[in-house]
Structures are given as C-alpha cells and as structure tokens.
C-alpha cells in the first residue's frame, strides 16, 4: 500500500463532472441533475489500494480525462499541463500502478474510469505499452465516497 503522501502531494481529488473539454465525466446519483459536481478525494479510498486490488488491465479498456486528445495534445504536450514541456508528464512514474474504477460511468463506455494516473497513462500508451498495472477499484465500493466538496 502506497503512502498517502506519495505519490499525492498534498488534497489530490477526481472530479466528477461535465465540461466542454473533456466531456461528461458526471457521477450522479439516481435523484441528482445533470451538472451536479461531486469529488473522489485519494485520502477516502487509500484504504482500499492493497496489493490484492492490482491487476493488470489493457489500456483500451480504461476511460481516462483526456483520451480523446491521444496522441495530440498529450505527453511533452499535455493539454492540462501549463508548462513546456509538460513537467507532469516527463515526471510521471509509470512503476506506480494508477487507480481505475470497474464500472464506473465514462463518456467512453470503457469498462474502467481512471480516477488517478492520466500523465503515467500518456506515457505508456507513447511507448507502446498495450497493458499494465492497476489498482482495480469497485464501482459499488467507491459511490458511497463520493462527495459534493472537497
């Protein structure tokens, strides 16, 4: 299990929401509207990154915030990024395993949403890299965590 600390600096969250860029990545509840925001904090589900959770996965089946950019606008690149090149990007340690969710809604239709690990995810995919490891997450597990703010 990764130290809370490492590889997140200081409140890391996923956002779950529409925007023009990157598309709906909404999480709503069966009661909610579309446009409610809602927050996945890496602190509420470090517990569940335990070595029994890592499999590994083929990248094409994994939903990720920028997708659709690959192979513009990504790596030195990156569309999120606001340095050149993209410090992000040239830091990202693909030996960590990234975190995906089974099941979770994505604007892809993939099996799997990523919910942390989108530079290290570039990276591979620049490589030529076809599959990897992951910390594989629940969808049932993961929705009662969800939260309106950070």
Avoid at 12 to 25: C, I, M, S
Avoid at 54 to 60: D, F, G, M, N, Y
Avoid at 87 to 97: G, K, M, N
Wanted: net charge negative; glycine share 6%.
């Amino acid at each position: 299990m990764w130290e809370l600390n490492e590889p997140w600096p200081g409140e890391r969250f996923h956002e779950a929401a529409y925007t023009v860029d990157l598309g709906n990545w909404e999480w709503l509840k069966s009661n909610e509207e579309p446009g409610t925001v809602r927050y996945i904090l890496m602190k509420d589900i470090s517990h569940l990154l335990i070595d029994d959770n890592i499999q590994t996965v083929e990248l094409h089946n994994i939903a990720w915030r920028g997708k659709h950019h690959h192979p513009y606008n990504t790596g030195e690149n990156c569309f999120c990024c606001k340095e050149r090149p993209a410090l992000r990007y040239l830091h990202a340690d693909i030996s960590y395993p990234g975190i995906i969710i089974e099941g979770a809604p994505n604007p892809y239709g993939n099996r799997y949403r990523m919910v942390d690990g989108k530079h290290r995810m570039m990276k591979m995919l620049n490589r030529g890299i076809k599959s990897s490891q992951f910390y594989v997450l629940n969808c049932d597990e993961v929705a009662p965590l969800l939260r309106d703010h950070i």
